[in-house]
């Protein structure tokens, strides 16, 4: 007949575990006791850790140790929770191959699994946490969760049913958890960091694909943050007691163990925003291809008007051009008849000589001679007066010379204006 015997772990409680042991138990767990060396730790946990509540171990009266599960009436010859060590030691082997941190909320789920999984949807409501645009935030809600108390403290109940926090270092009791205040920090300094990107893709969803930091600054002083998480919606992944991994809806409460369920909602999101951005895109491109339509318009009508604006003024121009030319005729005409007038003045009757052909046919104006005639006459009376002045100089003075010569220049002015007014 089997006999029952209490069990931590792989081993019965009978004796310490010997080397011989703690190797067989690594191997099976698939630890070289050469190569990882340093994964003995899992052993360890391995062997102190307590089965599940249904389940017991019991030995045969070949000495075979079985476990039983009280609840399915499972007789099995593996440890339940080996499983579950088999795969923190590939997660951890993976993290190394890969060279990326192991995510700690994963490894102490795995040592110890969150048995009511209502636990993380209450503790992320008590803290304040939204659901809905806090997703990314959830890991801290559980980490509350999975942490136990500190050292010197325990968790009593009152009389009056409430739940009381023992400190048995100074022997005072709170009804707040110990570590609110340290989680509470925690939360605060994640939602003060950059929002990650979430992501659909495939790689996303393998365990142990999110580093979840739980400091600010590394080593070499720069922030630390998780950059991509997995789209999930409104599900966690978390761990059972056997090691399988599950996805819980903190909104329905319903529980998956395919990956595909919770990147529906995601996915569905993702259309709808990509549909958004193609109709507002579209919108957009219809009000440029409007807005560029009126501003070609526009800048016809400005270009049309312009060119309107030329023409007026070219108009104008050849307008202004022909009646300056018009005028420059008259004025040739009219100084040609001048001209032969005054080739006239002191003519002998029957006597015809042509005195200003060449004024004539050199095609200046009247006006123009004038002006001309003017400025030599005024140099020519100059250089007289200047030639007389210096023939006084040189010559014996005459009280009659300066007032003779004025008078005589008088006499010519006078007689060549009158002139001038007979010809005009």
């Not at 991994?245 to 409460?253: G, V």
């Amino acid at each position: 007949m089997a006999m029952a015997i209490a069990l931590h772990g792989g081993l019965p409680q009978k004796a310490d575990s010997t080397a011989e042991q703690i190797v067989a138990i690594g191997k099976r767990l698939g630890i070289d006791p050469l190569m990882d060396s340093d994964l003995t730790w899992i052993v360890e946990e391995y062997i102190n850790a307590p089965l599940p509540d249904e389940w017991s171990v019991v030995r045969a009266p070949t000495g075979e140790i079985r476990y039983i599960n009280s609840r399915t009436r499972d007789n099995v010859v593996d440890n339940p929770i080996e499983p579950r060590y088999r795969k923190l030691v590939v997660i951890i082997r993976s993290a190394r191959r890969n060279k990326i941190p192991v995510d700690e909320v994963t490894l102490m789920e795995l040592m110890d699994p969150i048995e009511r999984a209502a636990d993380v949807k209450e503790m992320a409501e008590y803290m304040g946490v939204d659901v809905d645009k806090e997703m990314h935030l959830v890991w801290v809600a559980k980490l509350a969760v999975i942490e136990s108390l500190p050292e010197g403290w325990e968790e009593t109940a009152a009389v009056d049913g409430r739940a009381l926090y023992v400190n048995h270092a100074d022997g005072s009791s709170t009804e707040d958890h110990p570590l609110d205040t340290y989680f509470r920090e925690m939360l605060e300094r994640e939602r003060g960091k950059r929002a990650p990107y979430y992501s659909t893709m495939p790689a996303w969803y393998c365990e142990n694909s999110v580093v979840r930091y739980r400091n600010d600054r590394a080593a070499d002083g720069h922030t630390l943050r998780t950059e991509v998480v997995p789209a999930t919606g409104s599900f966690v992944d978390m761990f059972d007691l056997y090691g399988n991994r599950y996805w819980y809806d903190l909104r329905s409460e319903r529980i998956t163990f395919d990956a595909d369920d919770l990147r529906e909602e995601p996915a569905a999101l993702t259309i709808q925003r990509i549909f958004r951005g193609y109709r507002y895109r579209k919108d957009l491109y219809a009000m440029h291809w409007a807005a560029k339509k009126i501003g070609t318009l526009w800048r016809t009508k400005k270009f049309q008007g312009v060119l309107r604006g030329l023409n007026v003024s070219r108009d104008q121009a050849a307008r202004c051009m022909q009646g300056m030319w018009r005028t420059r005729v008259a004025r040739i005409t009219n100084s040609k008849t001048v001209f032969e007038r005054l080739g006239r003045v002191g003519q002998r009757r029957g006597r015809k000589t042509d005195k200003t052909a060449g004024l004539q046919a050199s095609g200046y104006s009247f006006l123009v001679v004038r002006r001309r005639v003017t400025f030599l006459q005024r140099a020519l009376r100059k250089w007289i007066l200047h030639k007389v002045v210096a023939e006084m100089r040189t010559a014996k003075p005459h009280p009659y010379d300066f007032y003779i010569v004025r008078r005589a220049a008088k006499v010519i002015q006078r007689n060549w204006r009158a002139q001038l007014l007979r010809s005009g």
